[in-house]
T-cell receptor, first 113, second 108 residues
């Protein structure tokens, strides 16, 4: 099973809302990632969790707050977002680290009004 | 110069054609090379993963890596309309770098 699941598939939120994106994998992978992807651009790395600890934060604004409750789950908490944050948010996982092939989820398409 | 260069296309071919997609890179530390396929409004799907120079084949797909030239390729044989997607190369040496993606359309 090489599946990474993400919920919700679509999300519309106002700039004052608080929402959360969820990601789950059952491949036993110890590294999980959040990416942001704008239209016709490659994914941009936001956060890396390794063995449930945040190991990389690519200078992401504090209105994005990641959380790794356990080795299978990854959340991204959103608060006070801006319209330019509208994008496809992708979760991915790999066995141990960033060097390895990553398996992506289907993404959450976020629209900030 | 970007670390990973990939022609964004678009590339349009007739059904049944052999497709060649390419990336060049500048960082000789890259050790692992991947190709992803991404359909519109979906997440990237891993197609090929290799860590050595040479060819790797999987069905209609062949990945080629030439570390001496810093050049990787993905060949698709007998292309189908269902292959229409954006193809992203990616490579890593401690962290991951993606190419810009090539948009491919296979016309029936």
């Amino acid at each position: 099973d090489t599946e990474v699941t993400q919920t919700p598939k679509h999300l519309v939120m106002g700039m004052t809302n608080k929402k959360s994106l969820k990601c789950e994998q059952h491949m036993g992978h110890r590294a999980m990632y959040w990416y942001k992807q704008k239209a016709k651009k490659p994914p941009e790395l936001m956060f890396v969790y390794s063995y449930e600890k945040l190991s990389i934060n690519e200078s992401v604004p504090s209105r994005f707050s990641p959380e790794c409750p356990n080795s299978s789950l990854l959340n991204l908490h959103l608060h006070a977002l801006q319209p330019e944050d509208s994008a496809l948010y992708l979760c991915a996982s790999s066995q141990y680290n960033l060097q390895e092939a990553q398996y992506f989820g289907p993404g959450t398409r976020l629209l900030v009004l | 110069q970007k670390e990973v260069e990939q022609d964004p296309g678009p590339l349009s071919v007739p059904e049944g054609a052999i497709v060649s997609l390419n990336c060049t890179y500048s960082n000789s530390a890259f050790q692992y090379f991947m190709w992803y396929r991404q359909y519109s409004r979906k997440g990237p799907e891993l197609l090929m993963y290799t860590y050595s120079s040479g060819n790797k084949e999987d069905g209609r797909f062949t990945a080629q890596v030439d570390k001496s030239s810093k050049y990787i390729s993905l060949f698709i044989r007998d292309s189908q309309p269902s292959d229409s997607a954006t193809y992203l190369c990616a490579m890593s040496a401690g962290d991951m770098r993606f190419g810009a993606g090539t948009r491919l359309t296979v016309k029936p």
